[in-house]
C-alpha cells in the first residue's frame, strides 16, 4: 500500500541527507546568534575585472544590509545578517581598490566552501541574477548562492536585496519557489482551481488581480500581476519577491496547498514556515520573533594568501619491502618539484614512534637556488627500521600542526598523511585526533600506502577523520611481486597525491589531466591509444610515460593530431630517471583541438606495465569556456550502513563550463571493492551512469549541471569510486576523469528486496486536442528499486479533493498500462465522462514484492461539457456506451508506439450513438431468436426420439477446451458419456461461452495478452468493471495476505451482486499519437466516471501488450466464485448512486436476455 504524502516526510527527510564534502565542499560554519547570521562568506571570483572593484564593493554592501532588512521582516524579526567575510580576488589591493578600507589575509575561506559567489560570467539560465544551487531535499541546505558580478553594478539595490533574501532562505533551510515557471508542464504558470477557474500559480494571503491577454492553459501565459492591482498582497517573499509589498512568508494559514508550485511537490504540500520552524534556527524558541532589532551588518574583507600544507610521512619498517619506500620517495619528489604551485607554503615530517621534521615550512621557489629541490629530496634514502606496530599518528599530527604554526595560524593549513596497514586508528587515539583537527581548523587529507589486507575492513577511523574535516582518503593497494613491485603502486601514488592537490590549489592552478591509462607488458608490442583535447585546453600539454625501467619504453613514440598529422617525438623526448618519467611537451600552436592517437613502443615485462598521462592548462583565450568537474556524496563521514535503507547512498557530480551548467554529458561512475575474491582474483568494478533529469531520486532539478544516482548493492567492504565524464562544449568533446574518496560500508544488507519504487514527480494531463473528451496522461517510469530497473504495476487515483489523495483517500482507476523500464516516457489515453468538473489524480508503482512508491505529483483534469449535438448529457441510468482508452508508451529514445481504434470498436460506437438504428437491430434480432427457438425445440424432441432407439455417446471437455486423450477420458475403467441435452441447459452454455472469451490477467507483464479477437469485438472494454472509494486507512497499500486487504466497497457506491460480480478483463496494446506539448499532468483512483475500451494495433506499430492489474475484486476476499459473465463499460461517476437501484441490474439482465435469443 502506498504511504501519503504526510506518511513518507520522514523517510524522504531520511533519504535525502545532507550533501557534505568528498573533495570540494566544506561544510558551511554560518550559524544564527541572538537573530544574526554570523560567519557568512561570500566569494568573489578571481577574474573579476580588477577596474570594476569598488563598484562591486559598494553594491554588494547595499544588497547585503537590502537583503538583511527584508528577512527580518520575512521572518517575523527572528533573522537578518550580522558579519559577513567577504573573499576578494588576490588581485584586488586597497590601493587599487579604495573601498577596502581594511584587507586581510584569508584563513578558512575560499571559493568553494563560500556560501554566496559573485562570478564573473552569467549563468544560462538565471543571468547575472541570484539563484542557489540545490541538489538535496526539503528541509535540507544548499550548496551554494551565485550571481553574477554585474548585478551589483546596477541602481536596483532594494529589489536585488529581496532576490538575495529569498535565495537565502532556499540556501539555509532547504525550501523552494511557490510561484509557476513559465514553459514548466509540472509547475505552469496557471493551474486549475477547485472552481475550475484559471488561478495564477503562486502563494498568496489574497486573491490576485492579473491582466494577462494571454491564454492561461498556454505554459507560456505567465500572469501580469501589478502592485496597485493588489495593495492587499503580503505573502508570499518566496512567490513575489521583486513586489514591495510581499513582505511575509506563507504559514499553514496562508499557505495555498492546491497550487503545483516546487514547494509544494519536494516538501509535501508544507508551507514555507512549517519547514522553517522545524530548523535548528528556530527549535524551543531559539531567535524568537521580534526578540531583538535589526543588527547592523559588519564587513570584513580578506584576500587568498598562498596554501600551506606539510606532507607527514610514516617511516617505519613496513615501508622497507620491495620498492615501496623507493616508490614513496620518487613520489614526493616529483610532487613537490613539478606538481604543487608555485609561492606554496610547504613542510615535510616522518613519523614512526616519535616524529621528526625533515624540513620546516618553506615557500616553494624555482632556479638554482630554490627550495623546490630541497624538500622534495628531502625524505631519507632508507626508511626506518622501527616495527610499524608502534607507530605515532598522534606524535605526526601534532608535530606538523607546530610546523604549520611556524608559518603563521594553522587555520586554513593542510595536512597530507600518507600511511600504512589500513591507518587503523583505536578510539582513544581517534577521539584526541579529532580534537586535534577540530580546534586546529585545518583539514586532514590521507592516503593509505600501501593497502596489504587481502580482505579490508571498513571503519579504520582514518577515512572518517579526513571526511569530518573536509578532507578525504585515497588507497594504493600493495601489489608486491616477488622482491618488486609493480609499476601501478607508483602511478597509483602520483595519482593520489595528484588529486589530492586538486581539492587543496584553486582551480586552473593545477593542470588538467585529460588521458590517464594503463598498457600491460609482456606483449611486445605496439600500445595504442587516443585522448581528447577540448579548445579550452592547449598550454603547457605534457604526454607523459611512467615506467618501472626505462628499457621498457622503446624508442617508438609516435602521435598524431586530429588532422591526421603524425608527429615523431624522438627529438622531443625528455627522460627522467629520478621519478622513472618520460615526457613529450607540445608547443601551444601544436595542439588542435578534437581527438589525438598516440602508439607506444611497450617493452615492459609480464608483470609490469606502461602507464600513459596527458595533462595540459587552460588557455587565456576567453572565447573558449573552461570545463569543471566536481563530485561528492552526501556521506559527510564517507561511510554507510546498509542496515539502514534509509541513509541511501547518493553521488552526484557538478559539470560545468565557466559556471555554466552542460547538459547531455555521460557521466559514469566506476565503483571497485577493495581487496580480492575468494578464489585470490581481484574485484571487478561496476559502474552506474549518473543522471541530470530532475525527477528528485536523487536529482532534484534538470539541466543545472548536476548529475546524481543512488547507488545499490553495496556490501560490508571498502570501496573505491572513480567519475567518467563525456560530454560537448562549443560544438567540441571533451573528456575528464575525477577520482573519488574512499567509501566505508559497514552493517548487513536485508536478505529481501526492501526498496521502493522512486516517486513519479512529472506526472502531466492534457485534453487531446480535436476530441470531446479524450485526455492524455505521461510521466517517466520508475524502476522497481528506486530507478533501477522496471516496476510490477501502477496504482492510479482519483478524487475531487486534493487533500483525500494526499491523506490516502480516492477512487482508484484501472486499465492503466503495466510499468516500462525505467526511465522511459509512459503514455497513456482515456474517455473523461465528468464534465466541468476538476477532478485530481495521483500515480505511484509497485514493485514485485509489495514496496510501494511515494505519490506522485497531484494534477488536475477538466474537460468542459460537449456540444449538444455531439454527445447526449450523461444520463443516471449510465448507459453502456463504449468509450475509448487508449495507451501508448515511448521508449527513452522519443519513439512513440500508437494505437488505433479498429472498425469493429468503431462501428460499436457508431451503433450506441444511432438509436433508430438499434432499435431496428434488436427487432431483428428478437424475431430471428423466436424462429431459432421454435426449430430448437423440434430438434430436442427429434434428438429425444432417437436416443430411445440408439445409444448416442457424448465426450464433452472440461471448461470448453479441446477433447482429451483417450486415457485421459477415462474414469474407474469407463468412458463418462454425457448427454448434451440432458447435461446444458442454455444459460449454461451462455456462461460457458463467455467464460471461454474472458481474458485472464498477468498484472506487470508485458506480455501479450489473452484476449482473444473475437472478445474484443464483443466486449471491447479494457479497465475494470467495479471502482470503489475508500477510507484512507483503505489506501492500496500491499501487505502480505492481499485477499485481506482489498478495499471494500464504500457507502453509496453499487456493490457487485454474488451473481453478478464482474472481474476485469485484459488491456490490449493502446496508444494515441500527440506531441509532447500537449501532455500534461495527472494523478488518480478507480471511478464509474472514467470509461475505458481496449484497441488493436496496427501490425506494424504494435508493441508488446500492456497488462492490467486487477481491481477490487469482491470474489477474492469472500472466497467465492462468481459466475463469469461479460464485462460492464467502466465509468468514472463521482456522484453517488443508489444502492438499492435497479437500474444497472435491468441493464445487464436485458443484455444477457438479448444474447440469449440470439
Same mark, same amino acid.
Not at 556560501?115 to 528541509?139: E, I
Not at 625533515?358 to 629541490?373: A, F, W
Not at 508508451?889 to 450506441?912: F, H, M, R, W, Y
Given at each position: 500500500?502506498?504511504?501519503?504524502?504526510?506518511?513518507?516526510?520522514?523517510?524522504?527527510?531520511?533519504?535525502?541527507?545532507?550533501?557534505?564534502?568528498?573533495?570540494?565542499?566544506?561544510?558551511?560554519?554560518?550559524?544564527?546568534?541572538?537573530?544574526?547570521?554570523?560567519?557568512?562568506?561570500?566569494?568573489?571570483?578571481?577574474?573579476?575585472?580588477?577596474?570594476?572593484?569598488?563598484?562591486?564593493?559598494?553594491?554588494?554592501?547595499?544588497?547585503?544590509?537590502?537583503?538583511?532588512?527584508?528577512?527580518?521582516?520575512?521572518?517575523?524579526?527572528?533573522?537578518?545578517?550580522?558579519?559577513?567575510?567577504?573573499?576578494?580576488?588576490?588581485?584586488?589591493?586597497?590601493?587599487?581598490?579604495?573601498?577596502?578600507?581594511?584587507?586581510?589575509?584569508?584563513?578558512?575561506?575560499?571559493?568553494?566552501?563560500?556560501?554566496?559567489?559573485?562570478?564573473?560570467?552569467?549563468?544560462?539560465?538565471?543571468?547575472?541574477?541570484?539563484?542557489?544551487?540545490?541538489?538535496?531535499?526539503?528541509?535540507?541546505?544548499?550548496?551554494?548562492?551565485?550571481?553574477?558580478?554585474?548585478?551589483?553594478?546596477?541602481?536596483?539595490?532594494?529589489?536585488?536585496?529581496?532576490?538575495?533574501?529569498?535565495?537565502?532562505?532556499?540556501?539555509?533551510?532547504?525550501?523552494?519557489?511557490?510561484?509557476?515557471?513559465?514553459?514548466?508542464?509540472?509547475?505552469?504558470?496557471?493551474?486549475?482551481?477547485?472552481?475550475?477557474?484559471?488561478?495564477?500559480?503562486?502563494?498568496?494571503?489574497?486573491?490576485?488581480?492579473?491582466?494577462?491577454?494571454?491564454?492561461?492553459?498556454?505554459?507560456?501565459?505567465?500572469?501580469?500581476?501589478?502592485?496597485?492591482?493588489?495593495?492587499?498582497?503580503?505573502?508570499?517573499?518566496?512567490?513575489?519577491?521583486?513586489?514591495?509589498?510581499?513582505?511575509?512568508?506563507?504559514?499553514?494559514?496562508?499557505?495555498?496547498?492546491?497550487?503545483?508550485?516546487?514547494?509544494?511537490?519536494?516538501?509535501?504540500?508544507?508551507?514555507?514556515?512549517?519547514?522553517?520552524?522545524?530548523?535548528?534556527?528556530?527549535?524551543?524558541?531559539?531567535?524568537?520573533?521580534?526578540?531583538?532589532?535589526?543588527?547592523?551588518?559588519?564587513?570584513?574583507?580578506?584576500?587568498?594568501?598562498?596554501?600551506?600544507?606539510?606532507?607527514?610521512?610514516?617511516?617505519?619498517?613496513?615501508?622497507?619491502?620491495?620498492?615501496?619506500?623507493?616508490?614513496?620517495?620518487?613520489?614526493?619528489?616529483?610532487?613537490?618539484?613539478?606538481?604543487?604551485?608555485?609561492?606554496?607554503?610547504?613542510?615535510?615530517?616522518?613519523?614512526?614512534?616519535?616524529?621528526?621534521?625533515?624540513?620546516?615550512? /618553506?615557500?616553494?621557489?624555482?632556479?638554482?637556488?630554490?627550495?623546490?629541490?630541497?624538500?622534495?629530496?628531502?625524505?631519507?634514502?632508507?626508511?626506518?627500521?622501527?616495527?610499524?606496530?608502534?607507530?605515532?599518528?598522534?606524535?605526526?599530527?601534532?608535530?606538523?600542526?607546530?610546523?604549520?604554526?611556524?608559518?603563521?595560524?594553522?587555520?586554513?593549513?593542510?595536512?597530507?598523511?600518507?600511511?600504512?596497514?589500513?591507518?587503523?586508528?583505536?578510539?582513544?587515539?581517534?577521539?584526541?585526533?579529532?580534537?586535534?583537527?577540530?580546534?586546529?581548523?585545518?583539514?586532514?587529507?590521507?592516503?593509505?600506502?600501501?593497502?596489504?589486507?587481502?580482505?579490508?575492513?571498513?571503519?579504520?577511523?582514518?577515512?572518517?577523520?579526513?571526511?569530518?574535516?573536509?578532507?578525504?582518503?585515497?588507497?594504493?593497494?600493495?601489489?608486491?611481486?616477488?622482491?618488486?613491485?609493480?609499476?601501478?603502486?607508483?602511478?597509483?601514488?602520483?595519482?593520489?597525491?595528484?588529486?589530492?592537490?586538486?581539492?587543496?590549489?584553486?582551480?586552473?592552478?593545477?593542470?588538467?589531466?585529460?588521458?590517464?591509462?594503463?598498457?600491460?607488458?609482456?606483449?611486445?608490442?605496439?600500445?595504442?591509444?587516443?585522448?581528447?583535447?577540448?579548445?579550452?585546453?592547449?598550454?603547457?600539454?605534457?604526454?607523459?610515460?611512467?615506467?618501472?625501467?626505462?628499457?621498457?619504453?622503446?624508442?617508438?613514440?609516435?602521435?598524431?593530431?586530429?588532422?591526421?598529422?603524425?608527429?615523431?617525438?624522438?627529438?622531443?623526448?625528455?627522460?627522467?630517471?629520478?621519478?622513472?618519467?618520460?615526457?613529450?611537451?607540445?608547443?601551444?600552436?601544436?595542439?588542435?583541438?578534437?581527438?589525438?592517437?598516440?602508439?607506444?613502443?611497450?617493452?615492459?615485462?609480464?608483470?609490469?606495465?606502461?602507464?600513459?598521462?596527458?595533462?595540459?592548462?587552460?588557455?587565456?583565450?576567453?572565447?573558449?569556456?573552461?570545463?569543471?568537474?566536481?563530485?561528492?556524496?552526501?556521506?559527510?563521514?564517507?561511510?554507510?550502513?546498509?542496515?539502514?535503507?534509509?541513509?541511501?547512498?547518493?553521488?552526484?557530480?557538478?559539470?560545468?563550463?565557466?559556471?555554466?551548467?552542460?547538459?547531455?554529458?555521460?557521466?559514469?561512475?566506476?565503483?571497485?571493492?577493495?581487496?580480492?575474491?575468494?578464489?585470490?582474483?581481484?574485484?571487478?568494478?561496476?559502474?552506474?551512469?549518473?543522471?541530470?533529469?530532475?525527477?528528485?531520486?536523487?536529482?532534484?532539478?534538470?539541466?543545472?549541471?548536476?548529475?546524481?544516482?543512488?547507488?545499490?548493492?553495496?556490501?560490508?567492504?571498502?570501496?573505491?569510486?572513480?567519475?567518467?565524464?563525456?560530454?560537448?562544449?562549443?560544438?567540441?568533446?571533451?573528456?575528464?576523469?575525477?577520482?573519488?574518496?574512499?567509501?566505508?560500508?559497514?552493517?548487513?544488507?536485508?536478505?529481501?528486496?526492501?526498496?521502493?519504487?522512486?516517486?513519479?514527480?512529472?506526472?502531466?494531463?492534457?485534453?487531446?486536442?480535436?476530441?470531446?473528451?479524450?485526455?492524455?496522461?505521461?510521466?517517466?517510469?520508475?524502476?522497481?528499486?528506486?530507478?533501477?530497473?522496471?516496476?510490477?504495476?501502477?496504482?492510479?487515483?482519483?478524487?475531487?479533493?486534493?487533500?483525500?489523495?494526499?491523506?490516502?483517500?480516492?477512487?482508484?482507476?484501472?486499465?492503466?498500462?503495466?510499468?516500462?523500464?525505467?526511465?522511459?516516457?509512459?503514455?497513456?489515453?482515456?474517455?473523461?465522462?465528468?464534465?466541468?468538473?476538476?477532478?485530481?489524480?495521483?500515480?505511484?508503482?509497485?514493485?514485485?514484492?509489495?514496496? /510501494?512508491?511515494?505519490?506522485?505529483?497531484?494534477?488536475?483534469?477538466?474537460?468542459?461539457?460537449?456540444?449538444?449535438?455531439?454527445?447526449?448529457?450523461?444520463?443516471?441510468?449510465?448507459?453502456?456506451?463504449?468509450?475509448?482508452?487508449?495507451?501508448?508508451?515511448?521508449?527513452?529514445?522519443?519513439?512513440?508506439?500508437?494505437?488505433?481504434?479498429?472498425?469493429?470498436?468503431?462501428?460499436?460506437?457508431?451503433?450506441?450513438?444511432?438509436?433508430?438504428?438499434?432499435?431496428?437491430?434488436?427487432?431483428?434480432?428478437?424475431?430471428?431468436?423466436?424462429?431459432?427457438?421454435?426449430?430448437?425445440?423440434?430438434?430436442?424432441?427429434?434428438?429425444?426420439?432417437?436416443?430411445?432407439?440408439?445409444?448416442?455417446?457424448?465426450?464433452?471437455?472440461?471448461?470448453?477446451?479441446?477433447?482429451?486423450?483417450?486415457?485421459?477420458?477415462?474414469?474407474?475403467?469407463?468412458?463418462?458419456?454425457?448427454?448434451?441435452?440432458?447435461?446444458?441447459?442454455?444459460?449454461?452454455?451462455?456462461?460457458?461461452?463467455?467464460?471461454?472469451?474472458?481474458?485472464?490477467?498477468?498484472?506487470?507483464?508485458?506480455?501479450?495478452?489473452?484476449?482473444?479477437?473475437?472478445?474484443?469485438?464483443?466486449?471491447?472494454?479494457?479497465?475494470?468493471?467495479?471502482?470503489?472509494?475508500?477510507?484512507?486507512?483503505?489506501?492500496?497499500?500491499?501487505?502480505?495476505?492481499?485477499?485481506?486487504?482489498?478495499?471494500?466497497?464504500?457507502?453509496?457506491?453499487?456493490?457487485?451482486?454474488?451473481?453478478?460480480?464482474?472481474?476485469?478483463?485484459?488491456?490490449?496494446?493502446?496508444?494515441?499519437?500527440?506531441?509532447?506539448?500537449?501532455?500534461?499532468?495527472?494523478?488518480?483512483?478507480?471511478?464509474?466516471?472514467?470509461?475505458?475500451?481496449?484497441?488493436?494495433?496496427?501490425?506494424?506499430?504494435?508493441?508488446?501488450?500492456?497488462?492490467?492489474?486487477?481491481?477490487?475484486?469482491?470474489?477474492?476476499?469472500?472466497?467465492?466464485?462468481?459466475?463469469?459473465?461479460?464485462?460492464?463499460?467502466?465509468?468514472?461517476?463521482?456522484?453517488?448512486?443508489?444502492?438499492?437501484?435497479?437500474?444497472?441490474?435491468?441493464?445487464?439482465?436485458?443484455?444477457?436476455?438479448?444474447?440469449?435469443?440470439?
Amino acid at each position: 500500500m502506498a504511504l501519503s504524502i504526510g506518511q513518507y516526510c520522514v523517510l524522504v527527510a531520511a533519504v535525502l541527507t545532507t550533501v557534505c564534502p568528498w573533495n570540494i565542499t566544506a561544510m558551511t560554519r554560518v550559524s544564527l546568534r541572538d537573530n544574526g547570521y554570523e560567519g557568512v562568506v561570500v566569494a568573489i571570483e578571481e577574474d573579476t575585472p580588477v577596474a570594476y572593484c569598488n563598484e562591486v564593493i559598494v553594491g554588494l554592501e547595499e544588497i547585503i544590509r537590502s537583503a538583511s532588512s527584508s528577512l527580518f521582516l520575512a521572518t517575523r524579526g527572528r533573522a537578518n545578517f550580522r558579519s559577513i567575510q567577504v573573499l576578494v580576488p588576490s588581485a584586488w589591493t586597497v590601493s587599487l581598490c579604495p573601498a577596502l578600507t581594511d584587507l586581510k589575509l584569508a584563513t578558512t575561506e575560499d571559493w568553494a566552501t563560500a556560501d554566496m559567489r559573485v562570478t564573473h560570467g552569467r549563468n544560462s539560465v538565471h543571468g547575472y541574477r541570484p539563484w542557489t544551487l540545490q541538489t538535496q531535499g526539503c528541509s535540507k541546505p544548499g550548496n551554494y548562492i551565485s550571481m553574477g558580478y554585474e548585478l551589483l553594478l546596477e541602481n536596483t539595490t532594494e529589489t536585488a536585496g529581496r532576490l538575495v533574501g529569498a535565495e537565502w532562505l532556499k540556501y539555509r533551510y532547504g525550501v523552494f519557489s511557490e510561484v509557476g515557471s513559465p514553459g514548466s508542464p509540472v509547475h505552469p504558470p496557471h493551474y486549475r482551481a477547485p472552481d475550475a477557474s484559471w488561478t495564477p500559480n503562486a502563494c498568496a494571503n489574497t486573491r490576485l488581480n492579473t491582466h494577462t491577454d494571454c491564454d492561461p492553459s498556454s505554459l507560456t501565459c505567465s500572469p501580469f500581476i501589478r502592485q496597485e492591482d493588489n495593495l492587499g498582497l503580503k505573502s508570499s517573499v518566496m512567490a513575489f519577491p521583486e513586489m514591495p509589498s510581499a513582505e511575509e512568508l506563507c504559514d499553514e494559514g496562508s499557505h495555498n496547498h492546491d497550487a503545483p508550485t516546487r514547494q509544494n511537490l519536494i516538501c509535501s504540500g508544507k508551507s514555507i514556515w512549517e519547514i522553517m520552524r522545524a530548523s535548528t534556527d528556530f527549535q524551543n524558541n531559539r531567535n524568537v520573533e521580534g526578540g531583538l532589532m535589526e543588527s547592523e551588518v559588519v564587513f570584513t574583507y580578506v584576500r587568498p594568501q598562498a596554501k600551506r600544507l606539510v606532507l607527514l610521512i610514516e617511516n617505519t619498517n613496513a615501508m622497507n619491502v620491495q620498492k615501496r619506500w623507493n616508490f614513496l620517495r620518487k613520489a614526493i619528489q616529483k610532487t613537490v618539484t613539478y606538481d604543487i604551485p608555485d609561492g606554496y607554503n610547504v613542510g615535510l615530517v616522518v613519523f614512526n614512534s616519535i616524529a621528526t621534521i625533515k624540513y620546516q615550512m /618553506t615557500t616553494l621557489t624555482d632556479g638554482p637556488s630554490g627550495t623546490r629541490e630541497k624538500v622534495g629530496f628531502s625524505l631519507p634514502r632508507n626508511p626506518s627500521e622501527e616495527d610499524q606496530h608502534r607507530r605515532c599518528i598522534i606524535c605526526g599530527l601534532k608535530e606538523a600542526l607546530q610546523v604549520l604554526r611556524h608559518g603563521g595560524p594553522t587555520a586554513g593549513g593542510h595536512i597530507i598523511l600518507i600511511t600504512g596497514d589500513s591507518g587503523t586508528f583505536g578510539d582513544a587515539e581517534r577521539i584526541e585526533a579529532q580534537q586535534l583537527i577540530g580546534d586546529s581548523q585545518i583539514t586532514l587529507h590521507s592516503i593509505v600506502y600501501p593497502l596489504t589486507d587481502k580482505f579490508p575492513r571498513p571503519g579504520s577511523g582514518l577515512a572518517y577523520l579526513a571526511a569530518r574535516s573536509g578532507g578525504h582518503t585515497y588507497i594504493v593497494p600493495d601489489e608486491g611481486y616477488g622482491s618488486l613491485s609493480r609499476l601501478g603502486m607508483y602511478y597509483n601514488l602520483l595519482d593520489g597525491l595528484y588529486h589530492t592537490l586538486t581539492n587543496i590549489a584553486p582551480r586552473a592552478t593545477l593542470p588538467v589531466k585529460i588521458h590517464s591509462k594503463e598498457h600491460p607488458g609482456g606483449l611486445q608490442q605496439m600500445s595504442q591509444g587516443s585522448f581528447m583535447v577540448d579548445p579550452a585546453l592547449g598550454i603547457d600539454t605534457v604526454f607523459a610515460i611512467f615506467y618501472y625501467d626505462v628499457t621498457h619504453v622503446g624508442d617508438q613514440v609516435h602521435l598524431e593530431s586530429p588532422q591526421g598529422q603524425v608527429i615523431d617525438t624522438v627529438n622531443m623526448q625528455k627522460e627522467y630517471h629520478n621519478i622513472n618519467m618520460i615526457t613529450v611537451r607540445l608547443e601551444e600552436a601544436q595542439v588542435t583541438p578534437g581527438l589525438w592517437k598516440y602508439k607506444v613502443k611497450n617493452l615492459a615485462d609480464s608483470h609490469q606495465a606502461l602507464y600513459v598521462q596527458v595533462t595540459s592548462r587552460p588557455r587565456s583565450n576567453p572565447n573558449y569556456l573552461g570545463v569543471s568537474v566536481r563530485g561528492w556524496s552526501n556521506h559527510p563521514d564517507a561511510q554507510i550502513n546498509t542496515t539502514d535503507i534509509s541513509q541511501l547512498f547518493a553521488l552526484y557530480a557538478e559539470v560545468t563550463a565557466d559556471n555554466r551548467p552542460i547538459e547531455g554529458a555521460n557521466v559514469t561512475a566506476t565503483i571497485t571493492k577493495l581487496g580480492q575474491m575468494e578464489n585470490g582474483t581481484q574485484n571487478q568494478p561496476f559502474s552506474v551512469q549518473l543522471l541530470d533529469n530532475g525527477l528528485t531520486s536523487p536529482d532534484m532539478l534538470k539541466a543545472d549541471g548536476v548529475y546524481s544516482r543512488y547507488v545499490t548493492g553495496l556490501v560490508f567492504a571498502k570501496y573505491i569510486i572513480t567519475l567518467f565524464v563525456k560530454g560537448d562544449i562549443q560544438g567540441h568533446k571533451f573528456e575528464r576523469n575525477l577520482r573519488l574518496g574512499v567509501l566505508d560500508v559497514v552493517g548487513v544488507p536485508t536478505s529481501h528486496d526492501a526498496l521502493p519504487p522512486s516517486r513519479i514527480v512529472d506526472l502531466r494531463s492534457s485534453p487531446l486536442p480535436d476530441t470531446v473528451n479524450q485526455v492524455a496522461f505521461s510521466w517517466t517510469a520508475p524502476g522497481g528499486d528506486l530507478d533501477f530497473g522496471k516496476a510490477d504495476r501502477y496504482v492510479v487515483m482519483a478524487s475531487k479533493n486534493q487533500r483525500e489523495l494526499l491523506e490516502g483517500g480516492g477512487a482508484l482507476l484501472e486499465g492503466w498500462p503495466a510499468p516500462l523500464e525505467a526511465p522511459a516516457m509512459q503514455q497513456h489515453t482515456m474517455t473523461w465522462l465528468q464534465y466541468d468538473q476538476v477532478h485530481y489524480l495521483v500515480i505511484y508503482a509497485v514493485d514485485e514484492e509489495g514496496n /510501494t512508491g511515494i505519490i506522485s505529483n497531484v494534477i488536475s483534469v477538466y474537460v468542459s461539457s460537449p456540444p449538444p449535438s455531439t454527445t447526449a448529457s450523461p444520463s443516471s441510468s449510465l448507459s453502456p456506451v463504449v468509450s475509448v482508452n487508449m495507451s501508448a508508451s515511448k521508449e527513452a529514445n522519443g519513439t512513440p508506439v500508437l494505437a488505433e481504434l479498429d472498425t469493429s470498436q468503431l462501428a460499436v460506437i457508431l451503433g450506441c450513438i444511432v438509436g433508430v438504428i438499434i432499435v431496428m437491430i434488436l427487432i431483428i434480432c428478437y424475431c430471428i431468436a423466436v424462429n431459432r427457438r421454435h426449430r430448437k425445440n423440434a430438434e430436442v424432441k427429434k434428438v429425444q426420439e432417437i436416443q430411445d432407439t440408439y445409444s448416442v455417446s457424448v465426450t464433452v471437455s472440461p471448461k470448453g477446451g479441446e477433447f482429451p486423450d483417450t486415457k485421459d477420458g477415462i474414469k474407474d475403467g469407463r468412458k463418462e458419456y454425457v448427454n448434451p441435452a440432458e447435461s446444458w441447459s442454455a444459460s449454461q452454455l451462455l456462461s460457458n461461452h463467455n467464460a471461454n472469451n474472458r481474458g485472464s490477467m498477468s498484472a506487470g507483464s508485458d506480455e501479450t495478452s489473452d484476449h482473444s479477437d473475437l472478445t474484443k469485438k464483443i466486449y471491447g472494454v479494457s479497465s475494470g468493471q467495479n471502482d470503489f472509494y475508500v477510507d484512507n486507512n483503505q489506501y492500496q497499500y500491499h501487505i502480505p495476505g492481499f485477499p485481506d486487504h482489498c478495499p471494500p466497497p464504500s457507502e453509496g457506491y453499487p456493490t457487485p451482486s454474488e451473481s453478478y460480480t464482474v472481474t476485469p478483463t485484459e488491456s490490449y496494446p493502446e496508444g494515441y499519437p500527440f506531441p509532447p506539448e500537449v501532455r500534461s499532468y495527472m494523478s488518480s483512483q478507480p471511478s464509474d466516471s472514467f470509461l475505458s475500451v481496449s484497441c488493436d494495433l496496427p501490425s506494424t506499430h504494435a508493441p508488446p501488450a500492456y497488462s492490467v492489474y486487477p481491481s477490487y475484486n469482491a470474489s477474492v476476499c469472500s472466497g467465492k466464485v462468481p459466475p463469469p459473465i461479460p464485462p460492464k463499460p467502466y465509468l468514472y461517476d463521482s456522484q453517488h448512486l443508489d444502492p438499492q437501484s435497479s437500474t444497472l441490474s435491468s441493464i445487464y439482465e436485458k443484455r444477457i436476455r438479448n444474447v440469449t435469443m440470439v
